[in-house]
């Protein structure tokens, strides 16, 4: 069973410009959340989607927005950039929501602003 | 405020020997916690996970306590290999709420 699917893994864009980064689930799993990781923070958490609806929201700025399709697929977007926005952004699939099983992770979308 | 705290930023552990990592947590509605492990330039991979009704849970080399009152997880891997050398998170939620993971804790096993 395939896992996590993250693309592109690799990604440098300038200060100002916008990024769309995809992620496919798991087959089956529904529920697609997205975290941030930067040195010494850990995984923060974005949001999540869940049969196309947004379940959850973390504390980012409205820059950061996303959404899911039908198949599950899920998209986020950043827009006008900031170097501090250079980060690891990974994509979590559950079964289920969040919360109620494990959400297993894709390889992650590795951003450098500059 | 951290909800999840993992309070030693790396650990060193000999081969052949027991890891113990560390996890606290502040939020009492949180009643699911897992650990993952996360090599450089991979996505965090699921370990083992343990829900509020249970105080351990075992899985091969690798064993998670939950003491509820003290609000503290620990997971245990005995014996220590060289490939566990990873960060390792942990992550708690309650009630659906989104995974909140813990900053990490680099485990180094030294052969």
């Known amino acids: 069973k395939a896992g996590v699917t993250q693309t592109p893994r690799y990604l440098i864009k300038t200060r100002g410009q916008q990024v769309t980064l995809s992620c496919s689930p798991i087959s089956g799993h529904r529920s697609v959340s997205w975290y941030q990781q930067t040195p010494g923070q850990g995984l923060q958490f974005l949001f999540e989607?869940?049969?196309?609806?947004?379940?959850n929201k973390g504390n980012f700025p409205g820059r950061f927005s996303g959404r899911q399709f039908s198949n599950s697929r899920s998209e986020m977007n950043v827009s006008t950039l900031e170097l501090g926005d250079s980060a690891l952004y990974l994509c979590?699939?559950?079964?289920?929501?969040?919360?109620?099983?494990?959400?297993?992770f894709g390889q992650g979308t590795r951003l450098t602003v500059v | 405020d951290q909800q999840v705290k993992q309070n030693s930023p790396s650990l060193s552990v000999q081969e052949g020997r027991i890891s113990i990592l560390n996890c606290d947590y502040t939020?009492?509605?949180?009643?699911?916690f897992l650990w993952y492990k996360k090599y450089p330039a991979e996505g965090p991979t699921f370990l083992i996970s343990?829900?509020?009704?249970?105080d351990k849970n075992e899985d091969g080399r690798f064993t998670v306590f939950l003491n509820k009152s003290a609000k503290h997880l620990s997971l245990h891997i005995v014996p220590s290999q060289p490939g566990d050398s990873a960060v390792y998170f942990c992550a708690a939620s309650g009630g659906n709420t989104p995974l909140v993971f813990g900053k990490g804790t680099r485990l180094s096993v030294i052969a």
């Open positions: 343990i829900s509020s009704i249970k």
């Open positions: 939020n009492s509605m949180f009643d699911y």
């Open positions: 979590a699939s559950s079964l289920l929501v969040t919360g109620a099983t494990e959400a297993f």
């Open positions: 989607y869940f049969s196309e609806t947004q379940r």
